[in-house]
């Protein structure tokens, strides 16, 4: 079910001179090339969904018998895309703090309600989803850059989840990738849907999912990454079994229209949610991001680890050494956020926030362009050094790039500092001897060159 809400609270309202201060478009000056805002004038509104019939989770007594208790989940989406160029209007709305109580004004570029541009060609979608607790604003800023370089972007609250509502984590844990396979849904029920602004505009066929911290390990189980057995236990009344690997409800979830996904600290490994086999199952190429000192979901017990075991797919790992779980992640903390005291649950210790942003800017742009569009121009983003420390910086008395210039593509000098970027290709499967090798009796030296072959040597 959906309808778009024209008339709450959340409606854009004029620019203040705090809301000025509270800015998610910033740029440092030594932002990465594709961090920049793209050529699309950006629109947003808010849509009210409901999924209908699902198990309420945070009211299950984990004791009980019988028949689960089961609710209408409601999800308020907000949704950026790329607007009609000579749209005007409010571009500031208005979002709660970390502690749920203090409502704050942000500043960004996009217009509310402005109509789409009128062209034929539709946008690939991007689902985002926001961390434990979190809401659809903490990703507002990659969201909004998005949309102005042709994507729609949907960004989930998720219900039991959010500062506001905050319950059982369990909900989160069973809701998370049956919140995004739905949002998907209703987006492409809204492109189908010939009476709205946006018949035809949304490539629901060509989607990514960017999920931070919890929205990341919706991403890992949404891209085929099913649960560890161990992983039962955080589910009252076995509510997690939807997720086991190899279970039939599983195997069932991975979208064939879900292309990619950017998962962004993402949580669960550090506790043992994935073994192995799960992680092998994981379907489409992945972008994982992290601090190297992130202790809420872990890095080498956790983040890196999920990297190093989704085998069957190529993926990619940008790390900013020293950061912690916030690297990437929300949005620059509004200056209420200090009299509150939750500032910290917007900065890094180590890096600024706006920079950091930028740099994940700049690499979602490459990945989703590659990935979603096709631009093969991306690939050179992300044909890089191991480490941005080991690039050299070599230009001529014209500026021009010499031979031997190495440095990050897109980096200003001195920028890659603190980064690496790893990349790991999907390991090909073993090619099983056939039953006739026997049946001929090959020679050792046919069979040593089939085993060769297996082992991918020939």
Known sequence: MLRIVLGTALLAVAATPLAAQNRIDGQAPNAPALSAY?????????????????????????TGTGELARYDRPLTVEMWYPAATDSIGATSFNTYLRDGVTEVTLEGRAIRNAAPPKESNPFPLVVVSHGYPGNRFLLSHLAENLASKGYVVASID?????YRDQRAFASTLVNRPLDQRFVLDEMARLNADAGSDFAGLIDTDNTGLIGYSMGGYGAIVSAGGGLSESAMRLGPRDTLAIHREGSETHDALPDPRIKTAVAIGPWGMNV??????????IEIPMLFIAGSNDRTS???????????????????LLTFEGGGHN???????????????????YT???????????????????????????????????????????????????????????????????????????????????????????????????????????????
């Open 38 to 62: 793209g050529s699309y004038a950006v629109g947003v509104r808010q849509f009210d969904l409901v999924n209908r019939n699902q198990i309420d989770v945070a009211a299950i007594d984990p």
């Open 158 to 162: 998720h219900t039991d989840s959010t």
């Open 272 to 281: 043992g949610l994935w073994d192995a086999e799960g992680l092998a199952g």
């Open 298 to 316: 872990g890095y080498d017990n956790g983040i890196r680890k999920i990297w190093e075991g989704a085998t069957g797919v190529d993926r990619a």
């Open 327 to 345: 690297t990437v992640g929300p949005i620059p903390a509004p200056v209420e956020s200090i009299a509150a005291g939750v500032s910290g649950h």
């Open 348 to 458: 890094d210790p180590v890096w600024d926030t706006v920079f950091m942003n930028d740099v994940g800017q700049h690499f979602v742009t490459a990945w989703m362009d590659l990935e979603l569009k096709g631009d093969s121009t991306m690939q050179r983003y992300l044909d890089l050094q191991q480490n941005g420390s080991d690039g050299v910086w070599s230009v001529d008395e014209n500026g021009a790039f010499r031979d031997d210039h190495t440095y990050w593509l897109g980096f200003p000098e001195g920028a890659a500092e603190g980064l690496s970027y790893e990349v790991l290709d999907a390991q090909v499967a073993p090619v099983p001897l056939p039953a006739s090798v026997w049946l001929l009796g090959l020679s050792v030296a046919g069979l040593g060159a089939l085993r060769s072959r297996r082992k991918g040597k020939a």
